[in-house]
């Protein structure tokens, strides 16, 4: 079998197409190795699914190629800092969005909307930025290629073009994200992130961050991913004066729905594995999520930490925004007081459908499950 993509003709050609030749920190190379191992063992790809890995490496290391010109152009860059970040983190399934969601409709706070994430040279300006190509792109394109493909999931998971993603965009361009064993059955794949070392990937991260603000559009920093979990020495390390947001819910309830998402998307790029799998394969990664959570809190404290439940998140958004920024020690302000109403009465949940799915599909059961996530069930049994 062939590989699916080859990585130095990728790079030959970019070369040749820009006139660029700087990728960066070169360890961006051990993770797509990895991944791209993993794709030609594990995955049966489909033919749309060997031509969107081969957009997507290719995307990836043109954005590398021209985030390290920028830099080299721009030495300035290098006075630029990313402070007092707060970042919204929590087991996959957990409210995450949701929450991400509210909190940008504060004007005070600094989001990661796709378009930018993906393509974030030049930086935006605050002057041009509602209007910039990039930007009316996206909205154009809000139910793309991969909605005609699966109408079924936008009412799974949707990112709407003026609302944050997950710092999964920029992380899968230094090949260190759990975005892809979302989207491909590579599990190997999967079980190296789990193990990697994350400060280079963090310090890819932080660079596109102060790219991004260095063009004028800034504020504090509103970051998620449930990804972060996994790796919060290495975040901290990277930004020490970081804050936390993490969202609690049922572990068997998060596993459940994450082995279903996984589902949706893999279909569309592979040969789908059982669901008895899926089922494994999430509650792997959902339970290092779990562990990740225990053992930093544990070892360093809730200091920097708030604890959201997802009933309180459904039941009152509104209130429980309150109360994340009683926390911060800041007030809502009144502007973003309304912003957040017109959103309450906007994003309702299911607008876009019901996920349906069972733990007994996947193989779950109550039992098993919640022995896995005894540590965390524990540690966090208030907010469950």
Not at 9 to 38: K, N, P
Not at 71 to 79: I, N, T, V
Not at 154 to 172: G, T
Not at 269 to 274: M, V
Request: with cysteine; charged share 25%; aromatic share 8%.
């Amino acid at each position: 079998m062939s590989p699916p993509v080859d990585v130095d003709s990728i790079i030959r050609d970019l070369r040749e197409e820009t006139g660029l030749d700087d990728l960066g920190d070169s360890t961006y190379r051990l993770g797509l190795d990895v991944f791209l191992d993993a794709l030609e063992r594990e995955a049966r790809l489909t033919a749309v699914g060997e031509a969107v890995v081969a957009d997507q490496v290719t995307a990836a290391l043109r954005t590398r190629l021209r985030v390290e010109r920028w830099w080299a152009e721009h030495p300035a860059l290098g006075q630029e800092h990313v402070e007092r970040p707060v970042f919204i983190v929590g087991m996959s399934r957990s409210g995450t969005t949701a929450l991400s969601h509210l909190l940008a409709r504060d004007p005070g706070n600094r989001t990661l909307l796709g378009w930018e994430a993906a393509d974030p040279v030049p930086p935006p300006s605050p002057d041009t930025y509602a209007t910039d190509p990039r930007f009316e792109a996206a909205r154009e394109n809000e139910f793309g290629m991969l909605h005609r493909l699966n109408p079924n999931l936008a009412a799974l998971h949707h990112d709407p073009p003026d609302l944050p993603v997950e710092c999964l965009v920029p992380m899968a361009q230094h090949f260190v994200s759990l975005s892809l064993p979302t989207m491909y059955p590579v599990p190997s794949y999967a079980a190296w992130v789990l193990g990697a070392d994350h400060a280079p990937v963090y310090r890819w991260h932080e660079r596109v961050l102060c790219l991004l603000q260095s063009g004028g559009v800034r504020g504090r920093w509103v970051l998620k991913s449930p990804h972060h979990a996994i790796a919060l020495d290495a975040l901290v390390e990277r930004y020490p004066d970081a804050r936390f947001v993490v969202t609690h819910r049922d572990p068997l309830t998060c596993v459940a729905s994450a082995a279903s998402l996984g589902r949706e998307l893999t279909w569309v790029f592979a040969e789908l594995p059982g669901d008895d799998e899926l089922g494994v394969q999430w509650t792997t990664l959902l339970g290092a999520m779990a562990d990740g959570l225990v053992r930093y809190r544990d070892l360093h404290g809730d200091d920097r930490f708030i604890d959201v439940p997802y009933r309180s998140l459904t039941d009152d958004p509104i209130g429980t925004v309150h109360r994340i920024y009683d926390q911060l020690g800041e007030a809502v302000p009144p502007t973003y007081e309304d912003a957040l109403r017109r959103h309450v009465e906007v994003a309702v949940q299911h607008r876009f459908g019901h996920h349906r799915y069972t733990p007994e599909e996947f193989g779950l059961d109550r039992g098993t499950v919640d022995e896995r996530f005894t540590d965390y069930r524990e540690r966090f049994a208030e907010h469950l």
